[in-house]
């Protein structure tokens, strides 16, 4: 990573397939992976249920693009973090979600988990620790 | 005379479906579709609320809009009944009236 | 029974021309009618002929195209609304001095009288919107 | 008005200017006005901000078509609810809303108010007793 | 280093505010614009929860939305502070970020 | 100051792309630049030439073309968002097969790597949406 990097943080605050934020932020995120900056995920509020694993969109006939996040690693792509609150107040653990990994080139390629649970206290101190907020 | 109300939106970011739940009547169908469908996930900050209308009001909850956002049925709130697309059409036509709280 | 179908947003960014789609497929497919369907607000944006969705997603204008012709139902699109998001036919192009037009096969631009007759006429309405 | 009218209630749920929805719904009950049925518009949640008088739209340089709601009664839309505990929820009272009258040709063209405020569970009420519900 | 936020929805329909005001640090800016001027208005059902911030966080209000909305400047909650267009801009400009809470 | 404008919602329906015109024409008022602005999302839909917006109303699309033309403000709309939504210029018609486009002078159609560079390039970016 260049040292002029800038820290990109990607807000996702709205559930998938009602609406196409999620798809869209997604979108983004790769294309903006090419661009070697400090790329971090936010989920908070409805953006936590993107992450559910299981999701099964044959009935209503739209495009499933969950398995995406989990290829996220691959183009670099690793720091996920979720609200705790968020899930909670929503019926929702760390178990609901997909496991979502990379390997870590400074570590033997060691696979490490991209996920990190944080508080709401962590995540607005991500929040306010950035040079972009894009939000969805 | 009695109406199915749709609700499309997460209770957990918008108000609609407690004010729907605040204006069904009796006997009314009150039926969570899109994001909707997040209002019977079970144990959530809400679901107490959802639960203790399931009496007067028939809640019921889009199959295929659960399963498309990973939401397992055994996690769905005891009393919501589960419904598939021709299900839906039936509700809207049993009922005599087919309101959406958008 | 017949149904009138009232769809509010515009394809893809909301669920709603999807699910409105699945209704009226199970509506069919269950011995009901739906004459006409009509689309107001962001819901005018369904019936361009200009959308060119990934290959591995659904295509909602031909969804419809498809599915209106063959069980003969009329797709109305709101003029007023469309004027204002730019959906024209070929007529209303010429009228209002357009050098082109984007409505796909199957949709026809009208006036709400169309919505209100539709809810004259119909046994039930039913809206998706957002 | 026909024996053979149909009940219709325009319901409003949406504030004005931040999303169209009030205003198209606003063209929707002018055309409709033509149709001859029994008309009734509520206004309830956010839906109640659509009435409040005083609105200047020319620092945000769209039309204010507020004064259109003192039009419908020459349209003969004269059953305009508006529920009591939304406004109240909104810090709002009757006296922040515009007036809003008609002419009653039953009554020597005496005018009247035709905003009327009830409870919620009149809204519900007015809901139950329609043939068509059309949601803006 | 510090951010402004803008909320432009209203809220009494979504959570938008309550989440914003749930991460916003001490010495930023929250901003209401469009809808989410209703927030500012007093003596409402969530009036109390916002004046309760707007100590530790510079609360305004875009006069504009306002003034197209009907929402008379005295009825505002304490605090609350008006801006034009160009007071949005310098506010932008003087935080080093900006974060849409939409 | 440099600001990079984002703006994620369609004309007339939302109020976001009006927002946005207020704080640019503000922006550049103070003298700050805005060499960029990048549609997504829905946002894509106010670079179309078609609409036709009542006489009384404002025309969203002029407002951004003109605004765009005596400042030089880059108008980018994505290219993906874009092909979803029906948005077209003349090449992408062609390459998609499509009879008509329906893109707005001073618009032009990119990827979005462009809204990333506005993120690097720019002091500050504020998004506009729903």
Redesign the interface.
Known sequence: MENDAKRFLYVNRKAPYGTIYALESLEVVLIGAAFEQNVSLAFLDDGVFQLTKGQDTQGIGVKNFSPTYRALGDYDVNKLYVEKESLEERGLSVDDLQEITYEDEDDDWEEKPSINIVSRSEMADIMANQDVVLSF | ???LH?V???P????SLV?CL????DG?TVLL???GV?GA?????I?DAISARATEVNLCVL???L??????AA?VVEGVNLV???G???L??KHS?????? | MKFGVVISEGPYTHQASDSAFNFVKAAIANGHEVPRIFFYHDGVNVGTRLSVPPQDERNIQKQWTEIADENCIDLVICIAAAQRRGMLDENEANRQGKDANNIAEGFRISGLGQLIEMGIQSDRLITFGD
């Not at chain 2, 957990?12 to 108000?15: N, Y």
């Not at chain 2, 996930?41 to 900050?45: A, D, E, L």
């Not at chain 2, 399963?67 to 397992?72: I, K, L, N, S």
């Not at chain 2, 009236?97 to 958008?102: G, S, V, Y």
């Open positions: 005379m009695s109406t749709t499309n939106k997460s957990f970011s918008t108000q004010s605040g204006h069904a009547k009314d579709i899109e994001d997040y996930i079970s144990q959530s900050g679901s199959q295929p809009d399963e498309a956002r990973g939401v397992d996690k598939d697309y021709s839906f059409v039936e809207a036509a009236l087919t309101q959406a709280w958008l």
